[in-house]
């Protein structure tokens, strides 16, 4: 922001705090001033926090204008090479076997690209459970580090992708 020359009061919003942020938020906008919800890491609210502060702008009866930016799903979903004309956003999976095993049985039916957000430690273990739930023979693309230097797309079936990445 200084590089550009803007002068703004920053405050940090994440999963712990968005709930404390709301009234200071409301109020810089009661004060008739404009309030920009960023993210270092995509797009706000799509794995990230900030659905709680936007419903409770919306209800104060204050604007809510999205500005597009970067989208790691749209991103990863157009250049996989799958279909892109239905798909389902999951997000992160539960970490716990149980919940991660039943997340994927009943996304299992739908009929689209699933798209699933994983922490690279997580990742083997994410894609055992797809071979288990969804089969060894389901499509898988990895994308990681999109826009960035050392892009990535692997592509494969989940049983290749479980040599690929153990």
Same mark, same amino acid.
Request: net charge negative; hydrophobic share 50%.
């Given at each position: 922001?200084?590089?550009?020359?803007?002068?703004?009061?920053?405050?940090?919003?994440?999963?712990?705090?968005?709930?404390?942020?709301?009234?200071? /938020?409301?109020? @810089?906008? &009661?004060? $008739?001033?404009? #309030? +920009?919800? =960023?993210?270092?890491?995509?797009?706000? *609210?799509?794995?990230?926090?900030?659905?709680?502060? /936007?419903?409770? @702008?919306? &209800?104060? $009866?204050?604007? #809510? +204008?999205? =500005?597009?930016?970067?989208?790691?799903? *749209?991103?990863?979903?157009?250049?996989?090479?799958?279909?892109?004309?239905?798909?389902?956003?999951?997000?992160?999976?539960?970490?716990?076997?149980?919940?991660?095993?039943?997340?994927?049985?009943?996304?299992?039916?739908?009929?689209?690209?699933?798209?699933?957000?994983?922490?690279?430690?997580?990742?083997?273990?994410?894609?055992?459970?797809?071979?288990?739930?969804?089969?060894?023979?389901?499509?898988?693309?990895?994308?990681?580090?999109?826009?960035?230097?050392?892009?990535?797309?692997?592509?494969?079936?989940?049983?290749?992708?479980?040599?690929?990445?153990?």
């Amino acid at each position: 922001l200084k590089h550009l020359g803007i002068d703004a009061t920053l405050l940090s919003l994440h999963e712990h705090n968005e709930e404390a942020r709301i009234p200071a /938020v409301l109020g @810089v906008l &009661a004060r $008739g001033e404009d #309030v +920009a919800l =960023i993210s270092d890491a995509g797009t706000p *609210l799509l794995s990230d926090p900030g659905f709680k502060l /936007v419903a409770a @702008v919306i &209800a104060a $009866g204050y604007a #809510v +204008a999205p =500005i597009p930016g970067p989208s790691a799903l *749209l991103a990863a979903l157009v250049a996989s090479g799958l279909p892109t004309d239905r798909f389902l956003f999951l997000g992160f999976l539960p970490r716990k076997p149980a919940g991660r095993a039943e997340a994927l049985r009943q996304a299992a039916a739908e009929p689209g690209v699933l798209i699933l957000y994983e922490a690279p430690t997580r990742l083997p273990t994410l894609l055992l459970a797809i071979v288990a739930e969804l089969g060894p023979e389901r499509p898988v693309v990895v994308a990681r580090e999109l826009t960035k230097l050392h892009e990535t797309f692997w592509r494969g079936s989940a049983r290749e992708a479980v040599a690929a990445f153990a």
